[in-house]
């Protein structure tokens, strides 16, 4: 992941020598060469992607720099909040990636002590889901977590509510249910006090008003007050991500072109499933 830029583009080399100095390890040399089970971590993945996604960035800037001069808004998907915050010149690298790493290791605590999960329901609407989880609760956490497209609704919860969950989605009208290979039930009261944590390294944080619009993932909309942005960063910890409402805000709002930045492309998977006609770009790492 990113070994290309890495290897070609000064820029994104530069990006992750300064991330070594901030973190204190070589990040390059996990993403290249792992081992996968540790960069899996929540603790060294969330640095990982915010690096890379921004070294994607400069390549786009190398390659296109009439296009990220013209961009006029963006936004990013929970973790990718945080790079489309930067681009958008609400707070320097360095102090968004120290963020992002004690958002990663606050939240990989929380996972660990309450271990919980996530699976994607595909085929029914965010009412029907909302159902099913009201069905199979039974006192325990669940709710949903990612409002991606439609027909895709990701659901996040303790381990044995995710499990009947998915046993009976099928049975209720969805297509599939698709346990997510992540660390644990991400955007849910379970993720306290990450919370809390995240606060406390926001506080630390300098914030400026952004440059262009960045579009929260709480309740799909730009926010001007670097303090209101402050406090939607930390409820983003533990509230849902809206991400099709958010992309049907920037569709009202004009936009037609969007370039998906960061390892996959999977938000132009979602963007089509939203709007077949939305053009997207992929920027390779």
């Known amino acids: 992941m990113g ?17 070594a100095e901030v973190l204190g390890y070589d990040l390059a040399k996990l ?12 603790v060294y993945s969330q640095p990982a992607i915010f690096v890379t996604s921004l070294a994607a960035l400069e390549s786009l800037r190398a390659e296109s720099p009439d296009v990220v001069l013209a961009c006029e808004a963006t936004a990013g998907l ?10 958008a010149g609400v707070m320097d690298f360095e102090e968004g990636l120290t963020v992002v790493q004690r958002r990663g290791t606050a939240m990989q605590q929380a996972a660990d002590a309450t271990p919980g999960g996530m699976v994607s329901i595909l085929g029914l609407e965010r009412v029907e889901v909302e159902s099913l989880c009201e069905e199979v609760r039974n006192g325990e956490t669940l709710k949903i ?3 991606l497209c439609p027909g895709n609704v990701v659901i996040s ?25 992540v660390a644990g039930a991400f955007h849910t009261e379970i993720m306290r006090p990450a919370d ?15 440059r262009i619009p960045v579009i929260s993932n709480v309740d799909a909309l730009p926010h001007d007050d670097p303090e209101e942005i402050r406090q939607i960063l930390i409820r983003q910890i533990l509230q849902a991500v809206r991400w099709e409402d958010s992309m049907r805000y920037l569709m009202q709002q004009g936009f037609d072109q969007f370039y998906e930045v960061g390892p ?11 709007d077949r006609k939305m053009s997207c770009q992929c920027v390779e790492v």
């Open 3 to 19: 070994k290309r830029l890495f290897e070609s583009l000064p820029a994104a080399r530069r990006l992750y020598e300064r991330a």
């Open 78 to 87: 929970s973790l990718g909040e945080y790079t489309a915050m930067v681009f």
């Open 157 to 181: 919860g303790s381990l044995g509510a995710c499990e009947r969950a998915a046993e009976i989605a099928e049975s209720r009208g969805a297509m599939k249910a698709v346990p997510l290979a």
């Open 264 to 274: 996959g492309r999977v938000l132009r998977g979602l963007l089509r499933r939203i």
């Open 31 to 42: 993403c290249f060469e792992g081992p996968a089970e540790e960069l899996d971590s929540t």
């Open 196 to 210: 809390r944590q995240c606060a406390e390294a926001l506080s630390q944080v300098t914030m400026q008003k952004p």
């Open 145 to 147: 977590a990612n409002l």
